[in-house]
């Protein structure tokens, strides 16, 4: 267990140290907070995948529901109940259409739950590609598990909204 515990605080210094650090020039202006509960489950070895349940919080009091999953494809042993996942969201504007954050995110991840554990996911995707969320995230969880890979969020409008309709 010390082994895995020590492979996965190496992979989580190598994420941490790899990401590049939050600047405006870089990942455009921060317009929220994305906070997500994911799903407790069992690692499958060569991956997993979790549903998840988002709430956006604007920064000027906009509040957005969003569902969707996280996908994991590397080595991923064990079971976790479930998680909580926090990221600051940049965009390039501060006027964001409702359902902005829907989209495809990717990026890598690592984490180690031996009882208690923490973990970090480095994902940028979302509306055209324009959307990041924060660098690295804050995961806290519970279990016995370590994983560390490739990720992928898929995030979809919890409320779709009514179809804009263009009068001629």
């Not at 907070?33 to 060569?46: A, E, P, S, Y």
Request: glycine share 16%; with cysteine.
């Amino acid at each position: 267990m010390l082994r895995l515990f020590s492979a996965a605080l190496v992979a989580l210094s190598a994420i941490w140290v790899a990401a590049p650090t939050p600047a405006k020039a870089d990942f455009g202006i921060r317009v929220g907070l994305l906070t997500c509960h994911v799903d407790g489950g069992f690692g499958l070895i060569l991956g997993s995948r979790k549903t998840l349940q988002c709430q956006y919080d604007g920064v000027g009091g906009t509040k957005e529901i969003y569902e969707g999953s996280i996908t994991k494809l590397g080595v991923d042993l064990g079971e976790t109940g479930g998680s909580a996942i926090a990221w600051a969201v940049f965009a390039p504007t501060t006027q964001l259409s409702p359902g902005a954050l829907e989209g495809h995110y990717y990026g890598v991840t690592a984490e180690v739950t031996p009882g208690v554990g923490v973990g970090a996911n480095v994902l940028i995707g979302g509306f055209d590609r324009s959307i990041n969320l924060q660098p690295v995230s804050l995961q806290g969880q519970v279990g016995a598990n370590i994983a560390a890979g490739i990720a992928g969020m898929r995030l979809r409008n919890a409320v779709p909204q009514p179809p804009i309709v263009v009068k001629p």
